[in-house]
Each structure stands twice: as structure tokens, then as C-alpha cells.
């Protein structure tokens, strides 16, 4: 049962369309009959006209359909047809340079492609394409091709362009990208919303949810502090996080086995070491995690560590908590901080 508060807040969450109540609730409109997600960009019915659910299929059961538009029966972030079929095209030809007759031969509006990869990646449709043929270029001459040959087999015929395009997307020019510096980064879909992995063949560095404010910072300092390429693109630990992650909101598993790769002082690893003890369904505090580290009086160094956490849920941030019981912050926000809890609680007393 949905108290009047709650129901008051997702009101307040429908009405902002926010994010971060997605898989939280349903509203089913009485005006209309159709049941719709907290993101749905309908034109939003009275409160009066509202009933809220927290699963799709209570919202069946009481005689709602489906709306069309957000689609609330399918994944919070399924991918667009037109997102799919451009994906799919640049795979077959990465080193494709894309011109208008190449979006009407797939009968696709480059204005709707350009808008909708934008919304899906945080990059238009053409910036996603080039930083995938820059990616291939980074391959090629990692695996001893020249430059000259890899800005050719890339599509671009002027020296000065391609090394222009690879600096800006790459951050460094072709001749001085060392070995072994790319990252990877791919979107993961789960329960909560949308998360970004960013990972290199052996370990994951940043799992950060897409909408979390100053996240474009946090990807931004770790390519210059790692001295990395970060290119669209999967790794071994990104399908591995992907799959424990399902298992995750599946009340499957508490801990996670994925490698990871923290880039933090020494005093911040520490403090991750003691987050990533905390059992599921229990909380800590600020001062606990000081207590334990031996230092009682770096309460604050110590939240400030957990703020600089670039591995949500993984790394559990979430489990520290005010001394006073309430939430404290959470750069994915407090009401996926709190679901979080609830649903770590729920399954350890299952």
C-alpha cells in the first residue's frame, strides 16, 4: 500500500519527469486508462486522476493498458529503432564517413538521429561515428600500421585533419598515444536507469549512473589522470559488470567479482576497502568508517572519499549513512540511495 506521501512525491517525480524514480513506480491515469513511467512525456493528467503502483503488472491488473508513448512495459532505456539500426551499420563499417545520402538510403531523418543519440549517449549520431573510427585508427596503429596508413584507412585524405579529430576526441595526437592507453565505455540498462562503464580489457575504472550531475567531469579527469583514449566500445569487465548487475536487481547476489581498477590516494582506497565490507542490508556511518580506519577525527576526509567513489553500487557508497539515521547525500541521488537500501534489506531477509 502507497502512502498519501509517497503518492504525494511521486506526483512531484512525474510532473519533473525524473530520472531517478524510473522501475520505482507506475501511474495509472483514470481519465484515460493508460498507465505510464515516471519519464513518460505525455501531457501529465491532475493528481485526482492518478493511481500509483510500484509494478507494472499491479497496474495490468487494475485495467490499465499500456501507453504508447513511454512504452512502460518494455526496458526503461530500450534502445529507438533508429538508435539500433545506426549502431548496428556503424559496426558493419566503423571506418564509414556518413553524408546525407547515407541517412536517406536507411530511410532515417538525420535530424532525428542526431537528436536521439544525443538524448542515448550524451553525443550526436556524427560524433559517435567518428570517435568509433578514431577508436579503429588507435587499433591500427597500436598493431604497427603507420599513421599515414591509418588516417587513410580511417577516411580521412588531409594529415593535419585526422590528427586535428584524433587529438580532440582522443585528447592526444596519434604519435603520442603510448601502448595500452584506451578505455572503453558502454552503456549498461538496469533497473534504476541508465549507467555508463568504463572499463579496459582487464578492470573496470568508473560505473556511474548517466544522469549524475558533473559525470562529463568525472569521465573527463579520469582520460587525462590515466592518460586514456575513451571510446565507444565493450570490454571483458563491462559484459562481466553487466551480468552481475542483472543478478543485482534480480536479488541474485550482494557482492560483485569484477576487477576493478581504483584510482584514488591511499587514504581513499582504504576508505573504499572498508565501503566494500559492509554486508548488504547494513548501514555504516561516516564516523564508523573513521573508527575503523584508526583515525576518529577524519570523519570528514572520510566522506569526502566516499564522494570520490567512481563505482556506484559496486563499490557500496550507498551503505554510509548520517550518524543520525538519515540518508546523508549520493551523487545518484536520495531516492536511489534509499531504494538501494531497501532492496539490499529486502533480499537479506528473504
Known amino acids: ?30 481519465t484515460t486508462g493508460v498507465f505510464c513511467r515516471p519519464t513518460c512525456p505525455a501531457r501529465k493528467p491532475k493528481f485526482e486522476n492518478c493511481e500509483f503502483y510500484e509494478t507494472a503488472q499491479q497496474a495490468l491488473l487494475a485495467s490499465y493498458r499500456p ?8 526496458h526503461p532505456n530500450q534502445v529507438s529503432d533508429v538508435v539500433r539500426i545506426l549502431v548496428e551499420a556503424v559496426e ?12 536517406k538510403a536507411l530511410s532515417i531523418d538525420e535530424s532525428t538521429a542526431r537528436r536521439q543519440f544525443k538524448k542515448r549517449f550524451g553525443m550526436t549520431f556524427v560524433e ?18 603507420t599513421v599515414i596508413d591509418s ?36 552503456w549498461i540498462d538496469t533497473r534504476l536507469g541508465p549507467m555508463m562503464a568504463i572499463a579496459d580489457d582487464e578492470a ?23 592518460k586514456s583514449a575513451i571510446v565507444p566500445g565493450t570490454t571483458a569487465p563491462i559484459q ?30 582504504r576508505v573504499w576497502d572498508e565501503l ?37 553500487i559496486v563499490i557500496p557508497c550507498h551503505r554510509v549513512i548520517n550518524a543520525s539515521g538519515e540518508l546523508g547525500g549520493y551523487g545518484g541521488g536520495l531516492t536511489r540511495k534509499n531504494w538501494l537500501l531497501t532492496h539490499e534489506k529486502q533480499e537479506q531477509g528473504s
Not at 501507453?67 to 518494455?74: D, E, F, G, M, V
Request: charged share 30%.
Open 240 to 269: 562481466s559488470i553487466e551480468r552481475e548487475l542483472n543478478e543485482y536487481f534480480q536479488g541474485e547476489r550482494t557482492a560483485f567479482d569484477t576487477p576493478l581498477f581504483c584510482l584514488g590516494t591511499p587514504f581513499q582506497k
Open 92 to 103: 558493419k563499417q566503423p571506418e564509414k564517413r556518413w553524408k546525407e545520402q547515407d541517412f
Open 128 to 145: 559517435y561515428a567518428r570517435a568509433r573510427r578514431m577508436g579503429l585508427a588507435l587499433k591500427n596503429i597500436r598493431s604497427g600500421r
Open 151 to 186: 588516417q587513410l584507412s580511417t577516411g580521412y585524405e588531409s594529415s593535419s585533419g585526422f590528427r586535428d579529430a584524433f587529438s580532440r576526441i582522443m585528447g592526444a595526437a596519434p604519435t603520442q598515444v603510448d601502448e595500452g592507453h584506451i578505455l572503453k565505455a558502454s
Open 276 to 312: 566494500i565490507a559492509i554486508p548488504a542490508g547494513e548501514t555504516r556511518s561516516y564516523q564508523d568508517i573513521a573508527n575503523a580506519l584508526g583515525k576518529p577525527t577524519a570523519c570528514r576526509a572520510v566522506a569526502q572519499a566516499n564522494g570520490a567513489n567512481q563505482l556506484a
Open 1 to 30: 500500500m502507497i502512502s498519501d506521501d509517497l503518492k504525494e512525491q511521486y506526483y512531484e517525480a512525474l510532473v519533473a519527469k525524473n530520472s531517478e524514480y524510473e522501475g520505482l513506480f507506475y501511474v495509472g491515469v483514470r
Open 67 to 74: 501507453c504508447q508513448r513511454c512504452r512502460p512495459l518494455s
Open 204 to 226: 573496470l575504472y568508473l560505473l556511474e549512473f548517466v544522469d549524475r550531475r558533473g559525470l562529463e567531469r568525472e569521465v573527463e579527469r579520469l582520460r587525462k589522470r590515466t
